[in-house]
């Protein structure tokens, strides 16, 4: 398996709900991250998870609530978003420190916050 | 972070060779220069990586000169596929460590 699987695939939420997105990953990858991408736009950068700690958060606001359950699992929860939050949400994954390849990303999540 | 600077577009035909060029003045010894391809609502790809001197792999080439302040992604023969946001990064791509995305390059392939 060498992919990154990002759910769901869509996803269109109220200003007042509270909703999360899942990640996957089965290649035995040992960091994990979240970006986010506006239309037309880079990847930014949310947050990193290196051993399944939390290792750089890019002051994102607490609306946004990264977990890493296990060495897998990604999740990214959100509460109270704003409109200016609808993105493409990305998770990537990437081997171990001394090994350097590049990031697998997932296709990713599109939000909508209405 | 070595900051990273590309051309806003390029457009191509079918048949042609592509070559983006991107600009890292301030690349540090460790860093390694990778290159990803994104298509609209999909995550980037994986192209090709490289440290110093050609790297060719079955979808690219990769030219990086000595002083390593530029390098510079071939694709030969484009087809209309190849359409896609092109994005340059500098650093090291090991676990846990951030990397930064550019502007990238968005290269249109017509027919």
């Known amino acids: 398996d060498t992919e990154v699987t990002q759910t769901p695939k869509h996803l269109v939420m109220g200003m007042t709900n509270k909703k999360s997105l899942k990640c996957e990953q089965h290649?035995?990858?040992?960091?994990m991250y979240w970006y986010k991408q506006k239309a037309k736009k880079p990847p930014e950068l949310m947050f990193v998870y290196s051993y399944e700690k939390l290792s750089i958060n890019e002051s994102v606001p607490s609306r946004f609530s990264p977990e890493c359950p296990n060495s897998s699992l990604l999740n990214l929860h959100l509460h109270a978003l704003q409109p200016e939050d609808s993105a493409l949400y990305l998770c990537?994954?990437?081997?171990?420190?001394?090994?350097?390849?590049?990031?697998?990303f997932g296709s990713g999540t599109r939000l909508t916050v209405v | 972070l070595a900051k990273t600077t590309q051309p806003i577009s390029m457009d191509s035909y079918e048949g042609q060779e592509v070559n983006i060029t991107c600009s890292h003045n301030?690349?540090?010894?460790?860093?390694?220069i990778t290159w990803y391809q994104q298509f609209p609502s999909q995550g980037p790809r994986f192209i090709i990586q490289g440290y110093k001197t050609k790297v060719t792999n079955e979808v690219a080439s990769l030219f990086i000169p000595a002083d390593r302040k530029s390098s510079t992604l071939s694709l030969p023969r484009v087809s209309l596929s190849d359409t896609a946001v092109y994005y340059c990064?500098?650093?090291?791509?090991?676990?846990?460590?951030?990397?930064?995305f550019g502007g990238g390059t968005r290269v249109l392939v017509k027919p």
């Open positions: 990064l500098v650093g090291v791509s090991a676990a846990g460590n951030k990397l930064t």
């Open positions: 301030n690349i540090a010894t460790n860093d390694y």
């Open positions: 290649m035995g990858h040992r960091a």
């Open positions: 990537a994954s990437s081997q171990d420190p001394g090994e350097n390849y590049g990031y697998t």
